[in-house]
């Protein structure tokens, strides 16, 4: 069998194995690369100036597109990297199309500007935001630092916790819209928006003035929360039509991958930075949108070939999956009624008993135990736990699998996502950080005041309220809390002179935050060293992970970057969430549907193929069918090879409630209108059938109906 060349398989980069099919690129560099594309890829590629349009449907190689356009565009066409702009949604995209392109560029060629859609926002604040009273230190909060000061501000009108939670909703949702509350055309949509939200007039108006007030207070404090990443350049381009000319004229060529999730706001500013020769390319797939939940907005697709007349390609080949995996896929997608136009379909051939399965158990432990017990002779047979995978709609079922991986000994690993930005350490990891980059950060300062010993709010409302440096103010403080602002402050220092390459190895090494990790890692522990020093391992997993992100995203950066820039970027991590503390190999995965875009395995379980979990259902409805069948697709065309569909009969309730009953996904009998399914009746006085060793498909279901008579 032929192995893999040195230079990118062009079947690998489309989502499936090039050793799978006895297919390998020649070494022949990025120009035999292109000519292996197939036709639809290659008009893709071969897009010059003016709008379009990509339709890419699952494992169809829009990556290998979209890079393969960009170096087309930078060595023939004369578009120099400076002029061209490539957004994606996770800094995990990013880093991907940078080595890509990186890749097929001969030497001294520059690379585009390649980052999500909140780094280009902030980049636009560093350069210009002054003109909005944004300084070029302004340092990014963490969401719940973010939330915190703003539910502070909210607690005067809004008493009631509840009232807050759903002002706290109402602002999420402004933002999503791009609605800007110093900008007086948007003033009767956010009355409106704050109505969707049960405020009538008058606490509309007390709403938006503590969103106002808010405002103020961020600029004073010289911070900037992940909304306003999109709201204030947008605001900014919107007030300096000359910048946004500028602006215009800079970009020759502007790309935006996954489009399906963008939302209001980054459509509207995606509207402002394009280039004046409206070559702005959207690829996406609205069969994939699956964040409406978060207010993405998969129409904007629609709206842009509509509003924008641009042409629409179409990637309508899946180079990722089997026949049966495709099939069952599009035909449970094509009951969406309002999708765009494409009719994706399998190149691969699939096996003699390509088949999409559901097996049937009594219980979910019952469930459990059967995927474990699967998964553990798919090892045994050869294949590489990385490369298998259980994904699930709750986080439950996932903890509900553990115990069944434990007793087959199976290894795996919970994948978090962005999650590890929840954790108090990287918290105080990021707060250290950010003071050490902006001193009048004040949230930061607040989260950093729990190391020193007498420094409470009331302390760090006088040190800020010094209007110099808070960390030279201690004379306005107890002794005590004076000598520990004056160590906290020599620390910082020790942090800013070092960089934010030094990060992890400065809460490491440092007394400060040394002696209070260590403090939180006693606490459940019976405070002998070993113990502590094994609490603490996935707390340095996590730290090392953030500094990781970090240390990639100062790669990205000119060597002559100042240290305010260098700090900057790095702190990026905490809009863009980062890597997964445990993402070693030789693992089998377990994740949220959600969790698993964008990413592949050979064989994929889904747990949990029952009504009211797949599609999910929130006190006894489903709220979005249409987005739940979507979710449905996007873990279906997980699979490359194999996919098992799982259902129990009966859930275990909380604690001290009863089971409840289960019902079949009414979603099986959509996967079966396209493709069919095979059955296997795992429950108790189901029906013992024979092996079929013919090789053929098996169609469970029939043989047990024969088996009865």
Known sequence: MPTRSPH?????????????YGICAPAAGWRTLRAMLDDDQKRVVAHEDGPAAVLAGAGSGKTRCTTERAVRRLTEAGVDGASMVLLTFTNKAAGEMRERIRAGLPAGLELPWIGTFHSFGNQLLRRWGRHIGVPANATL?????????????????????????????????????????????????????????????????????????????????????????????????????ELQGHLAGEIRDLTVDEAQDTD???????????????????????DQAIYEWRHARPENLRTFIEGWSAAVYRLE????????????????????????DKEPYAVRPGPSDDRVALHHYDTVPDMAEGVAARLAVAIAEGVRPDDLAVLYRKNRMGREMEAALLQQAVPYRIKAGTDLLAHADVRMMLAAGRLAANRRDIRALSRLAELVPGLGARGVSRLLGS??????????????????????????????????????????????????????????????????????????????????????????????????????SALEVVSGGSDDADAGEGKVTLCTVHAAKGLEWSEVHLFGFSEGLMPMERDGAVDNLAEERRLGYVAITRARDRLVLHHADRMPARAGQPARRLVMSRFLAEVESGQPVSVVDRRQGAVAVEPDNSGGPRDWL???????G
């Open 264 to 286: 209001a706001a980054q459509f509207r500013l995606l509207e402002r930075v394009a280039p004046a020769n409206r070559t702005v390319m959207l690829v996406g797939d609205d």
């Open 317 to 340: 080949r899946n180079y990722r999956s089997t026949p049966a995996i495709v099939g069952g896929g599009v035909a449970l997608v094509r009951h969406n009624s309002a999708r765009l």
């Open 702 to 708: 029939a043989e047990m109906r024969r088996a009865l």
């Open 8 to 20: 990118a398989c062009i079947l690998a980069d489309l989502g499936g194995e090039c050793h799978r």
């Open 467 to 568: 209007g110099g440096d808070p960390l030279e103010a201690g004379g306005a403080l107890s002794p005590r809390a004076a000598e520990g602002v004056e160590v906290l402050r020599r620390a910082i220092d020790d942090l800013a002179a070092r960089g934010p390459e030094a990060l992890f190895d400065w809460c490491r090494t440092t007394p400060l935050i040394h002696d209070w990790l260590h403090r939180r890692a006693r606490r459940g522990t019976r405070q002998d060293n070993t113990d502590v020093e094994r609490a603490l391992r996935p707390v340095h997993a996590r730290l090392r992970a953030v500094q990781s992100a970090m240390r990639r995203r100062l790669d990205s950066l000119p060597e002559e970057a100042d240290a305010l820039r260098r700090w900057a």
């Open 141 to 241: 909060m963490d969401a719940d630092d973010a939330r915190r000061m703003l539910d502070a501000l909210l607690a005067g009108p809004f008493s009631d916790r509840e009232r807050r939670l759903q002002a706290l909703e109402a602002v999420d949702a402004i933002n999503a819209r791009g609605l800007d509350v110093t900008e007086e055309a948007d003033l009767g949509t956010l009355v409106d928006t704050a109505g969707e939200y049960g405020f009538g007039p008058v606490a509309s108006a007390r709403l938006l003035e503590r969103l106002r007030r808010f405002e103020r207070e961020k600029r004073e404090a010289a911070v900037i929360d992940f909304a306003d990443l999109i709201i204030l350049p947008a605001r900014l381009l919107r007030r300096y039509p």
